[in-house]
């Protein structure tokens, strides 16, 4: 833009069909949308909107920064339209969520190029329509990399891991966002074994990770807690030529060093931070907590709010549990309160499990009994059903706990990855059964409470 300024300037040089394109590509933000709509001025100064090249880059720049209305109507002024200013306009219908203009006019293009088939399946990908990207997909007389990639990630976004590794496996060209969609899919969905056996699979064949592939493998090892896996993963990363300095980087290195045992390391990677965020305290927090250090968790809880940090309620949850796991029933208490009136933060049901957990193991059978009656949101499963779990089991009654296993099994409640004894019921599953059958398993749990504090 500058250099283009110098040169109007000089008044020798006047800008064509040529100059413009190039000048508005530097504008496609919305950052820059007043130089655009400048540059926009100059071209119906000099006569040159009607040039369809020029149409066509105005048309992705008002598109790209999120003016749509501008875009369309400089795209029903053109009086020549093709491939490129289609494909743009269906781009920017794209990029502000409005599939279904996107595809009317995808429908009615004489030609499809790769890009306009690309958009559409990105956009169905983007905004959870799987079943529509996946017809086009199909529909499609020939596939890029980008359109495999596309449909890979979003199987793996919906937890639809085979679907995600199958066209992965069917396609012959895999760049390294291909790698990391199959990769990061694996971490996120809990399958942590797998994700590390792709990225072998990927340093077999001698394609180099980036930044963002070693980060989700750190995360696998976060997720299965081994210390030899870690240990591996710091190797790698050292003789890499990987930024360590960068944030999400050194975090996720700071995560896996804590949950996999090696407080040692993660505490001088954290010592070492110019910065420390809440993502790296929470990680250190859990990772004392996980290996039985409890106290220094809570005083690292206390560093963290002297440091000016304020906590979210994930970083509640994982405080509340490591006082649960070291028996520290004031501080829980006092922590579970200022999340309430300090914070202002609506305790979630995983906040009541903690505490129901932190109670439960204390003793306190009727001060557990009395918070669940005062939750704020709905009596969850999970809670009632691990309260009852450690009455029953405080009382001895082992059929009993059996019994109400096999009861949480059949409901969903699961134990939750990367949090030790944090217990849900999956929502779908929960509510899906009949009220009658709720009230009963509820009933049952309320009953064995009620029978032990008398």
């Known amino acids: 833009m500058s250099v283009f300024l110098q040169m109007k300037?000089?008044?020798?040089v006047v800008p064509d069909e040529y100059?413009?394109?190039s000048l508005l590509k530097a504008c496609s933000s919305e950052l820059a949308l007043k130089e655009g709509q400048v540059i926009h001025e100059l071209i119906v100064r000099y006569g040159t909107e009607h040039d369809v090249f020029v149409g066509s880059s105005l048309v992705d720049m008002y598109g790209?920064?999120?003016e749509i209305e501008f875009a369309r109507k400089v795209f029903d002024g053109m009086c020549v339209r093709n491939e490129v200013s289609r494909t743009s306009m269906i781009v920017g219908y794209v990029n502000v969520g409005d599939l279904i203009e996107a595809k009317k006019l995808f429908d009615v293009m004489p030609k499809r190029n790769m890009v306009s088939w690309n958009a559409m399946i990105s956009g169905f990908v983007r905004f959870g329509d799987l079943k529509s990207a996946r017809k086009l997909f199909d529909e499609m007389p020939e596939r890029n990399v980008v359109s495999f990639t596309a449909m890979i990630d979003g199987f793996a976004k919906a937890g639809d891991m085979a679907s995600a590794r199958f066209l992965f496996d069917q396609s012959l060209a895999k760049d390294i966002v291909s790698w990391s969609a199959l990769i990061s899919g694996y971490v996120q969905n809990g399958q942590p074994n797998e994700a590390i056996e792709i990225f072998l699979k990927m340093q077999s064949m001698n394609i180099k990770p980036d930044e963002f592939i070693v980060v989700s493998l750190m995360s696998a090892c976060s997720q299965i807690s081994s210390l030899e896996r870690a240990k591996w993963v710091d190797s790698y990363v050292s003789q890499s030529s990987l930024d360590l300095h960068q944030v999400h980087v050194l975090a996720a290195l700071i995560d896996m060093n804590a949950k996999c045992g090696n407080m040692g390391g993660a505490t001088m990677l954290f010592e070492k931070m110019p910065k420390r965020d809440l993502i790296c305290f929470c990680s250190m927090i859990q990772g004392l907590s996980i290996h039985g250090h409890g106290v220094q968790a809570v005083s690292l809880f206390r560093r963290m709010i002297n440091d000016g940090i304020t906590p979210d309620d994930v970083t509640?949850?994982?405080i509340l549990n490591a006082c649960s796991h070291?028996?520290?029933?004031?501080e829980g208490c006092r922590f579970?309160?200022?999340m309430i009136n300090e914070y202002s933060l609506v305790p979630s049901t995983y906040h009541y499990a903690c505490m129901v957990d932190l109670l439960g193991r204390s003793g306190k059978l009727r001060a557990a009994y009395e918070l669940l009656k005062s939750m704020l949101v709905e009596p969850h499963a999970g809670a009632w059903a691990l309260l009852g779990a450690y009455i029953?089991?405080?009382?001895?009654r082992w059929l009993d706990v059996s019994f109400l296993r096999n009861q949480m099994m059949e409901m969903g409640v699961k134990k939750k990855p990367g949090c030790s004894l944090i217990y849900s019921a999956k929502p779908s599953v929960w509510g899906r059964l009949s009220e009658s059958i709720r009230a009963d398993l509820m009933g049952k749990c309320i009953h064995a409470v009620t029978k032990c504090i008398q």
Do not use: I, M
Request: hydrophobic share 40%; net charge negative; aromatic share 16%.
């Open 19 to 21: 100059t413009f394109p």
């Open 336 to 338: 579970f309160d200022s």
């Open 9 to 12: 300037q000089g008044g020798n």
């Open 392 to 396: 029953y089991a405080a009382a001895d």
């Open 316 to 318: 509640f949850t994982v």
């Open 64 to 66: 790209k920064c999120r």
């Open 326 to 330: 070291a028996g520290l029933v004031e």
